[in-house]
């Protein structure tokens, strides 16, 4: 089956800072696919360009078989696009915004369906200026669904919303892709990526350093778990610490946060009674511990050293 979105060899610059540096992508039709990575890694500049909005110093681009220089009419009317931040006439209504963007279209969706799955019907004559930024945020990504696109690009579509405005946009999503549509995301929330992506493709300098689905990436950890804690300031730390810490039965690495260790455990019924064992015979205390399952945070620190929001 020909790829939904396709580029390789793609580099984009700024003067002498290297945006995106030889990246490679192929995303199938009905896929989510989730691009993460911190500020500056380069994703934003990719997708801009896979939606004709920036043009590539290098490299190849395809969208649905076609491309940007010889096709660019023909695929504005098939994309939906979600910029990280978006402008609207705040004197209109939320039906006359959509009303003006299905305008764009040869074809498209009935803006009362479109109200339907975004659950703004009780909002249809509202103007924009009165939304609230969930609702905001929902009316942009039914701008870029009226036009019953096969490709749906969404920059960041959650950023800054609280966590029931963030499940609702969700819901969108899943309902695009239940109709056969192909979505290319960019996010910083690990979960935002985890529930919605069938791949994710890690990015850093402008290059994919991985790329896989989500529980996959993980596996290569080694490890499904993750303990942090915390020494009592008190106590001190002892000599050759992080050397101690990788000893433990149960754990595969250990790596210094702030303030505090950071240790990715195999086995958490086998770690945690080491770690309190340790602390016993070396007279320490803890003023912290928590335990949680190993995310696609710790697949990006464990080959970058960095977290995914660092810059």
Known sequence: MPSAVRCSGLVKRYGDVVAVAGLDLDIAPGECFGLLGPNGAGKTTTIEVLEGLLEPDAGEVQVLGLRWATDGDALRQRLGIHLQESQFDERLSVRETLDLFRSFYAAGHAVDGVLAL???????????????????????????????????????PTTGLDPQ??????????????????????????????????RVAVIDNGRVIACGPPRELVSTLGAGHVIAF??????GEPP????????????????REAGGWSLTASSLHTAMPSLMR??????WSLSSLTTRTATLEDVFVSLTGRHLRDG
Request: net charge negative; proline share 3%; glycine share 12%.
């Open 118 to 156: 975004l659950g703004l019907e009780g909002k249809a004559n509202t103007w924009v200026s009165r939304l609230s930024g969930g609702q905001r945020q929902r009316m942009a990504i039914g701008c870029s669904l009226v036009g019953k696109p096969d490709v749906l690009f969404l920059d960041e």
């Open 278 to 283: 340790l602390a016993a015979d070396g007279g």
């Open 240 to 255: 050759d610490f992080a050397e101690g810490l990788e000893a433990l039965p149960g754990v595969r690495s250990a790596r």
């Open 165 to 198: 405005a963030r499940r609702q946009v969700w819901e969108i999503v899943d309902r695009f892709r239940g109709r056969g549509g192909t979505v290319l995301l960019t996010t910083h929330y690990m979960d935002e990526a985890e529930v919605l992506s069938d």
């Open 230 to 235: 915390a020494l009592d300031p008190a106590a």
